[in-house]
Nanobody, 127 residues
């Protein structure tokens, strides 16, 4: 059974930093990718970071976090971390991690809809 668990959320002031971790288990790691999403109240879920572990290893970042957030993965591909610097109030959201198998013809965000999700960790940034 695939399990995904996020941790590391909390409350910080604007300009502060947090580090989120996602630990996944229960599957063959070489066939799955991990990605970070977030959803703020009243807004659609947004895919913010994913490492292309089956391709060239490049990392995708949403424009809203580019230059401030850094994703990294351990050698086992079981843990995906998200270092978040220079946090802004608009970063306040529930952050989710998803384990998924990339689907031909779909973006990683769309592929993740068919994957396994954690319960999320709350990030609150005050001004």
């Amino acid at each position: 059974q695939v399990q995904v668990q996020e941790s590391g959320g909390g409350s910080v002031q604007a300009g502060g930093s947090l580090r989120l971790s996602c630990v996944a288990s229960g599957y063959t790691y070489s066939t799955y990718s991990l990605g970070w999403f977030r959803q703020a109240p009243g807004k659609e879920r947004e895919g913010i970071a994913c490492i292309d572990t089956d391709g060239d290893g490049s990392t995708y970042y949403a424009d809203s976090v580019k230059g401030r957030f850094t994703a990294s993965q351990d050698n086992t591909k079981r843990i995906l971390s998200l270092q978040m610097n220079n946090l802004k109030p608009e970063d306040t959201a529930m952050y989710y991690c998803a384990a998924f198998q990339p689907r031909f013809g779909l973006s990683w965000v769309a592929s993740a809809e068919f994957g396994y999700w954690g319960q999320g960790t709350q990030v609150t940034v005050s001004s």
